[in-house]
């Protein structure tokens, strides 16, 4: 027994918060969204410390560095401890999803926008992201 336990890729990434549920962090894995050195790894591969992994999930990318080992999910404060986040700042990207757009107000009381009014909220909208190209 004083072998030191071997600890999963997908417990890892559960117990420093990265995922809600372990079994959303293995599918991660199986998927391919979770990256060791630009290589697809399996749920069940042994974590190293000084290991580098590129985690995507949904939008949100991220790269780690293995700082030291978390065998139980822990407070947040002590989950940032376990590991180093070296995630390039973004480049400035007017919104990152359609959720972040600007909304766009209209004054009370007056009424259902028309069919010409919808079409240049759709023409505004579009010119915002036709700009970024």
Request: with cysteine; proline share 5%; hydrophobic share 30%.
């Amino acid at each position: 027994m004083g072998e030191v336990e071997k600890l999963r890729i997908d417990k890892y990434l559960w117990a420093i918060r990265l995922f809600k549920t372990r079994s959303l962090a293995t599918d991660a894995c199986k998927a391919g969204r979770v990256k060791l050195n630009g290589q697809n790894i399996k749920p069940s591969a042994i974590v190293k410390i000084g290991d580098v992994y590129q985690v995507s999930k949904g939008i949100e990318k991220k790269i780690i560095e293995v700082v030291d080992f978390s065998y139980n999910r822990t407070d947040s404060p002590t989950a940032l401890t376990k590991y180093k986040d070296l995630t390039p700042p973004e480049e400035t990207h007017a919104f990152k999803s359609a959720f972040h757009s600007p909304v766009l107000k209209r004054d009370r009381g007056a009424g259902r926008p028309t069919k010409k009014d919808r079409r240049e909220t759709d023409d505004l909208i579009t010119g915002m992201f036709e700009e970024e190209d």
